[in-house]
């Protein structure tokens, strides 16, 4: 069988070689065709070299890497997003996992179980790291959110722009409000959905509907 054609997105340089080094050995069965050092570089070069797996980073220099794999998944919607990361919270990995990733892997992974999680990605499969796998099956035992952080009709209108790339100022143009009443609708936007952030929050919305 070809090798399967994977890129590693990381700006971590050291980082970045060791996994390289180990992908590209002859009986890996993964050929490492391209190492990015950004999201930017990665979106300007993926298509060159039409990799079938991506190995991402979360954080990057600029864009970050949950960012980055939506990006990637409308460039390229075949291509296997893993994450590669040092980062273990709820709200990274649900993000991550809506944004396109099929897994989810810690940085302190050995090579050869990474190199066996590309291999299972590749296969339609869905590797995590056991610790990663383990607040994902916690998280689906908890109760569910109480009636009250459900979103008021005004807030859909404003996070459904939110979601479209709007500034607030373009939003209250739209909406026909001032730009303080999309303040406090986008504060409590976030109160409700637990948010500190644009992106995490029209994700979060996006995951309840």
Partial sequence: MPAIRTVIIEDHASFARTVEKFLRRPDSGVDCVAVYRSAEDALAGI?????????VDINLPQMNGIECIARLKTLCPAL?????????NNTMIFD???AGACGYLLKRTAPADIVAAIEQAR???SPM???IARQVVSFFHRSPPPDEARLSDPEHAVIELLAGG???????????????TVRRRVKSIYE????HTRMEAVNKYRGLR
């Fill in 166 to 180: 709007l500034l607030y100022k373009e939003i209250a143009d739209q909406l026909g409000i001032t730009i303080d």
């Fill in 80 to 88: 296997v997003c893993l994450v590669l990361t040092t980062f273990d």
């Fill in 96 to 98: 991550a996992l809506k």
């Fill in 123 to 125: 296969g339609g499969g």
């Fill in 192 to 195: 409700k959905l637990h948010a």
């Fill in 129 to 131: 790291s056991p610790q």
């Fill in 47 to 55: 298509g060159q070299v039409q990799p079938d797996v991506a190995l």
